[in-house]
């Protein structure tokens, strides 16, 4: 199956939730399936269409692996990995007719974020939810721009108990470039106070 063909076109008008058993990599169904289920969000709920930022981003990608392995520099250590695809639509441009900022640092925080969750639920046990975000930093590398292809590639890079740091690659798998790279550093959140 060539990338463009995993994705809506970008006039895809309405997307369908991914069947889980296409995506590739080791990780387990059940977490293949976790994951398809936070990207359909607000297609199974469209009281999420207003209440989300992005949700058209959110619906048109698709994932295409999700596993664990050994880190090639400490291989007693594990990441997680999870590659995405999604075609560039209207609503991500910007006036220079190329994918905004704002949207790159959208797919970044969002999609390494998932790397995260596949990580966590495979430390724990149970299934991981979506901690929030402490820093990110994005670099831009080149445009993509209306009807690309893009690969959005995300490694975790460490998981302690409270702070894990991720990084993404942006790939324009219809021009073979690199549009931006990023790290995100997010943290469980803090329990709330007991009201007295």
Not at 160 to 165: L, Q
């Amino acid at each position: 199956m060539s990338p463009s063909s995993a994705s809506p076109s970008p006039s895809s008008s309405s997307p369908q939730p991914q069947d889980p058993s296409t995506i590739t990599g080791n990780a387990s169904l059940e977490i293949k399936t976790h994951l398809c289920d936070l990207l359909a969000l607000p297609i199974r709920q469209p009281e999420y269409q207003k209440k989300i930022f992005a949700t058209t981003c959110m619906t048109g990608m698709r994932l295409t692996e999700v596993g664990t392995r050994p880190m090639v520099d400490e291989p007693e250590r594990e990441e997680a990995r999870v590659v995405m695809e999604l075609v560039v639509r209207e609503e991500m441009m910007n006036f220079a007719n190329t994918v905004h900022g704002g949207c790159i640092a959208y797919l970044v925080d969002f999609c390494s974020s998932l790397a995260l969750v596949v990580l966590r639920t495979k430390q724990k046990g149970e299934l991981a939810s979506i901690s929030v975000s402490q820093s990110m930093n994005v670099v831009f590398h080149s445009p993509a721009l209306l009807g690309d292809t893009l690969r959005i590639v995300n490694s975790t890079i460490t998981s302690g108990s409270r702070v894990m740091t991720a990084r993404t690659e942006i790939w324009d798998d219809t021009h073979h470039r690199l549009v931006a790279t990023g790290v995100h550093v997010k943290m469980e959140p803090s329990p709330p106070k007991a009201k007295m």
